[in-house]
């Protein structure tokens, strides 16, 4: 255990990143997810780590970049069957440097804009749990619906349609003649 919180390098608090790219620096280590309050707020537990791949420079247009991965596997509920959802998130990070939004308008569309000024700094993990809060589907559930069953989701029978389902305004329809009897 002790080796492998040796091996593994400690992100920093903070960056610059404009100057982050102007060194072609790079951002590699683990974050633990309990550093992300928005993204364990959303996930409910609190377990595991990011790992961050991230490297900066510079390319041939004259845009400063920050590029790479995040990876991560959270916990969370799906909203089909309610049961736990192991949900790998695998994250391709390519942001463009721009300090306004005339800049952001003028990126070219390969990259997805980092609002920032030149020499203010960032928090690191601000910046990793932004991309990962981006990267979540809006409705969490299990691809395979037999994991759903397992949790006790009983899939609809599509063979025998409920007659209420193939007329769904009937109701209305009698409440109409009703009103009409009426008058």
């Known amino acids: 255990m002790i080796r492998r919180l040796m091996e593994t390098p400690l992100l920093p608090a903070k960056i610059r990143p404009w100057r982050m790219a102007a060194e072609?620096?790079?951002?590699?280590?683990?974050?633990?997810l309990a550093a992300l309050p928005r993204l364990t707020a959303l996930l409910g537990a609190a377990e595991g780590e990011v790992v961050v791949a991230l490297s900066a420079g510079c390319d041939a247009q004259g845009v400063r970049f920050i590029q790479g991965r995040l990876c991560a596997e959270v916990e969370w509920t799906?909203?089909?069957?309610?049961?736990?959802?192991?949900?790998?998130?695998?994250?391709?990070?390519?942001?463009?440097?721009?300090?306004?939004?005339?800049?952001?308008?003028?990126?070219?569309?390969e990259y997805d804009p980092l609002l920032v000024q030149e020499n203010s700094d960032i928090a690191v993990a601000d910046l990793v749990e932004d991309e990962l809060l981006l990267a979540l589907p809006q409705i969490p559930r299990h691809e395979d619906l037999r994991e759903c069953a397992?949790?006790?989701?009983?899939?609809?029978?599509?063979s025998t349609p409920d007659p209420k389902k193939r007329q769904p305004f009937a109701a209305l329809a009698t409440l109409l003649q009703d009103s009409q009897r009426s008058h």
């Open 24 to 32: 072609h620096g790079c951002l590699n280590g683990r974050l633990a």
């Open 150 to 158: 397992v949790h006790g989701y009983a899939q609809p029978d599509e």
């Open 78 to 109: 799906c909203q089909r069957c309610l049961g736990p959802l192991r949900l790998p998130l695998d994250v391709q990070v390519n942001l463009g440097l721009v300090s306004d939004e005339a800049a952001a308008n003028r990126l070219p569309d």
